[in-house]
């Protein structure tokens, strides 16, 4: 069932094809439905052109007027092979999830490259620094990052230390055993300027810790809890089917184990699916047919079927939240250390040719209840 709009919001709709801005919906107990969108700046500074109905559309605005309240954004420390994903980028995205009405979840990656459930790379500043200067430069930076934030009245409601800490942060590998003392120290350190921050703030963030793949999920939490990195507020969890061992439904199950035996939310704060198997520049898909599930086809209704799906499912094992990650990574003319283009064109929720709204968006306005 679609969530249902005010005549006043309808009669907006009507003429503009959005539903105004508002507060950003907090869900106390609710659901959190959203985006990581730090690409879109890029992109369109890139020459993208979002549509809906043929005409020029903003993402943020359109997530939120199909029911999105929740906005994900990435920040390295200093990725000097891109202008993008620092300070002053990360401050636009927020200021523009704030003005289309919508909460921001910010994600220190605390390197200066992609980190994730492979790899977790120290960022150069901090790399000749032993374990004790590492996390007080941690504790700092991530201090500095959210003062200046909240400066411009943009502190999130929401923080992640680390973006899918699988390896021990700052310099682990996935084959690499973590040193549990070092690992909570810095966890902890993040933990703790986020927490201080918020003490100086009128918003004070909630804590999300972030794991990839729901069968790293307990054993990863079991270790950090033996090792005393315990004040969070919520998991999250990335759900790729193709890089999982669990289907959807072992996923639910982590869910709920998760939530019980950690007393903390849980959010599938990644995942994505895609909507076609074709492409239109050079860069190789990275969901191609060995991503798909039998009974979600890689189409536009397909795509929305398993996100709704997805998200019932969320629901029915507890959980609080899906964040899809970067629906807006369309192609362009644009060249990145890659190649052309995007490697995630099909699995965006705008079309190839014209980049025109693609159902998907539809998933973020469904209402979603236990079963």
């Not at 189409?299 to 019932?312: F, I, N, S």
Request: with cysteine.
């Amino acid at each position: 069932m679609q969530r249902r709009l005010g005549l006043a919001a309808l009669l907006v709709v009507a003429a503009t094809g959005l539903a105004p801005a508002a507060a950003p919906r907090a869900p106390e107990g609710g659901l959190y439905l959203g985006a990581d969108l730090s690409y879109v700046n890029e992109m369109e500074d890139c020459g993208a052109v979002y549509r809906k109905g043929g005409k020029p559309v903003d993402p943020f605005e359109l997530m939120h007027a199909s029911g999105g309240n929740l906005v994900r954004v990435r920040i390295w420390n200093d990725a000097r092979w891109t202008r993008y994903s620092d300070l002053a980028d990360v401050a636009r995205t927020i200021r523009r999830a704030r003005a289309a009405g919508m909460q921001v979840l910010l994600d220190f990656h605390y390197s200066d490259d992609w980190a994730d459930g492979d790899k977790q790379i120290v960022p150069a500043a901090w790399a000749e620094l032993d374990a004790p200067r590492q996390a007080e430069a941690l504790y700092d930076y991530t201090r500095e990052v959210l003062a200046q934030l909240d400066a411009q009245g943009l502190m999130p409601e929401m923080v992640q230390v680390g973006n899918e800490t699988n390896p021990e942060l700052m310099g682990g590998t996935k084959a690499a055993k973590i040193n549990w003392e070092r690992n909570a120290l810095l966890l902890n350190a993040g933990i703790r300027a986020v927490r201080d921050a918020g003490k100086a703030s009128a918003i004070s963030p909630r804590v999300m810790l972030h794991i990839a793949q729901p069968e790293h999920v307990v054993p990863w939490f079991d270790a950090a809890r033996a090792a005393g990195v315990t004040d969070y507020d919520f998991i999250g969890i990335s759900y790729y089917r193709k890089w999982s061992t669990r289907t959807v439904a072992q996923l639910g199950e982590t869910i709920a184990e998760a939530r019980l035996r950690f007393g903390a939310e849980v959010i599938v704060v990644e995942t994505a699916y895609p909507f076609t198997n074709e492409g239109v520049d050079e860069m190789p898909n990275l969901l191609g047919p060995d991503t798909l599930i039998d009974q979600y086809p890689a189409t536009p209704a397909g795509q929305l079927a398993y996100l709704v799906d997805l998200t019932q499912l969320v629901v029915d094992h507890g959980g609080v939240g899906v964040v899809y990650w970067e629906p807006a990574w369309v192609s362009t003319g644009c060249k990145t250390r890659w190649g052309t283009g995007s490697s995630w064109e099909n699995a965006a929720w705008f079309d190839l040719k014209d980049h025109e709204a693609l159902p998907a968006f539809e998933f973020l306005g469904r209402e979603y209840r236990p079963r």
